[in-house]
């Protein structure tokens, strides 16, 4: 699997809370609420955002696993949620590799754990009671997500996946070259980074037919990165990771989509730039 930065995770970590679909966050939290203690295996984990996003919606008593290849960005996720834990007025500490963190009534351990997902989950502990996936989907196969499903099968996990590239994205002010730099970016979704040939805007699908097949019920919402001024530098982020997958193409495009990103540049710098990039969230549970 391809690794990111966590300054490129901290740059997007506002528009992905904001992106959360609501309706799922509150199915979660009504799960939750039949639990008196919550056991997390938080998938391609990165810094630790998908736990500093829904922990709050979730029951008080949680025991996380989170789960990535990069040890350098399991360690910035002690950092930060450190942090965080600082900014809720909750006591930190930690205990034979367990992170303590608490308050008057939260209770939250952490446990992190280096491992490569290339072909799916491994052993993640006995009991799972949810397994997180972020931003993770588009980027595997249909293999890793089959692998997915069945072993959220076998511990009777709930799965809560969300921010899953849906091959959409749109920019206010438009330009004549739009939809052919969202065509090259769609083509490299479905690349192979290190997990098999990806599924891109095709994963959700993929995945709800897997969790069919192991018998899942599921729901889809979307939930998509609605980013303006106040989002410029991700959105210049964007334009320029973008356009130099165009550059990646040839010559042949040099001039076009040198002329695409000036436009958006110029957008984004006089604070006139609108980008909708769509996602996916879902929320499965087991049938009774």
């Not at 979730?58 to 996720?77: C, H, T």
């Not at 754990?113 to 491994?122: F, N, R, S, V």
């Not at 931003?135 to 692998?147: G, I, P, R, Y």
């Not at 040198?258 to 996602?279: C, D, E, P, T, Y």
């Amino acid at each position: 699997m391809n690794g990111f930065s966590a300054a490129w995770l901290d740059l997007r970590e506002p528009a992905d809370v904001a992106a959360r679909a609501p309706e799922l966050l509150e199915r979660l939290s009504e799960w939750s609420g039949q639990h008196e203690h919550v056991t997390v295996a938080d998938l391609g984990s990165g810094t630790g955002s998908c736990l500093r996003a829904i922990a709050p919606h979730m029951s008080p008593r949680q025991s996380w696993r989170l789960i990535d290849r990069s040890g350098v960005l399991l360690d910035e996720a002690v950092t930060r949620l450190s942090k965080w834990a600082h900014q809720r007025s909750l006591s930190a500490r930690v205990e034979q590799n367990v992170w303590r963190f608490m308050g008057k009534i939260s209770d939250y351990s952490v446990v992190f754990e280096e491992q490569d997902l290339a072909t799916g989950p491994g052993n993640t502990g006995s009991v799972v009671d949810l397994v997180t996936v972020s931003a993770v989907l588009d980027l595997v196969s249909k293999e890793w997500c089959s692998n997915l499903a069945r072993w959220c099968s076998e511990k009777g996990a709930a799965l809560y996946t969300c921010l899953n590239y849906d091959g959409q994205f749109h920019f206010a002010p438009s330009h004549p070259d739009d939809s052919d730099v969202r065509s090259v970016v769609n083509t490299h979704q479905r690349s192979d980074k290190g997990m098999g040939p990806a599924l891109g805007s095709s994963a959700i699908e993929v995945l709800a037919e897997a969790l069919s097949a192991a018998k899942y019920q599921f729901v889809v919402a979307p939930s998509p990165w609605l980013l303006g001024s106040d989002n410029s530098a991700l959105q210049s982020a964007l334009v320029r990771d973008w356009s130099d997958l165009v550059f990646r193409q040839g010559d042949k495009y040099a001039a076009r989509v040198s002329r695409w990103r000036n436009f958006r540049m110029a957008a984004i710098k006089a604070r006139q730039s609108h980008l909708s990039v769509g996602h996916v969230d879902l929320w499965a549970w087991p049938k009774a």
